[in-house]
């Protein structure tokens, strides 16, 4: 059964920083690009980032260009989001999802974790 | 950057109903559209990829159609579990923008 769990989420003051992570298993981790997309509360999905499968490439929102790093451990079957200089307009449920590898739809997606940014 | 409209925001229906979904990109993006539904507190569930294709597990009521820029998604009779928030997704440009959302609630 394909899982993915979220974790690192909590409170943080502005221009702080965050590190999160999404635990894969259930499928070959290595061969799938990952994607965190958020949800700030009471609105929509935005996409927030995407990573190839061995980690070469990236692809952020303009919104977090600068900001976030999504990374890669193949080995550990994890997916990370480091966030730094955060900002309120930051806070958000964050999921990360699977890359169906078909026209890029996100087939399987995490329980999301909980970003507050407030002083 | 591709922005992604859905209309209506919001509708009632009853159970049985046939209820259809519009989303319209600002630019052609072929069939690079997904569609996906969302519970209160609960992460989104693929429904439909590539404008049509129905994904593994999603009751047959569910369809997709369109290209280019409109896309319709169709529910052909309204079940209890099926009132929920359908998001619609462009994978056509990175950015992979999302729509703002349907809310399908209880008439």
């Known amino acids: 059964e394909v899982q993915l769990v979220e974790s690192g989420g909590g409170l943080v003051q502005p221009g702080g920083s965050l590190r999160l992570s999404c635990a894969a298993s259930?499928?070959?981790?290595?061969?799938?690009?990952m994607h965190w997309v958020r949800q700030a509360p009471g609105k929509g999905l935005v996409w927030v980032s995407r990573?190839?499968?061995?980690?070469?490439?990236?692809d952020y929102a303009d919104s977090v260009k600068g900001r976030f790093t999504i990374s890669r451990d193949n080995a550990k079957k994890t997916l990370y989001l480091q966030m730094n200089s955060l900002r309120a307009e930051d806070t958000a449920v964050y999921y990360c999802?699977?890359?169906?590898?078909?026209?890029?739809?996100?087939?399987?997606w995490g329980q999301g974790t909980l970003v507050t940014v407030s002083s | 950057d591709i922005q992604m409209t859905q209309s209506p925001s919001s509708l009632s229906a009853s159970v049985g109903d046939r209820v259809t979904i519009t989303c319209r990109a600002s630019?052609?993006?072929?069939?690079?559209l997904n569609w996906y539904q969302q519970k209160p507190g609960k992460a989104p569930k693929l429904l439909i990829y590539?404008?049509?294709s129905l994904q593994s597990g999603v009751p047959s009521r569910f369809s997709g159609s369109g290209s280019g820029t409109d896309f319709t998604l169709t529910i052909s009779s309204l079940q209890p579990e099926d009132f929920a928030t359908y998001y619609c997704?462009?994978?056509?440009?990175?950015?992979?923008?999302f729509g703002p959302g349907t809310t399908v609630d209880i008439k």
């Open positions: 999802a699977r890359d169906n590898l078909v026209m890029t739809a996100l087939d399987y």
């Open positions: 259930g499928f070959t981790f290595s061969n799938y690009w």
């Open positions: 990573i190839n499968s061995d980690g070469s490439n990236t």
């Open positions: 630019q052609t993006i072929s069939r690079y």
């Open positions: 590539a404008a049509s």
């Open positions: 997704q462009q994978t056509y440009s990175t950015l992979f923008t």
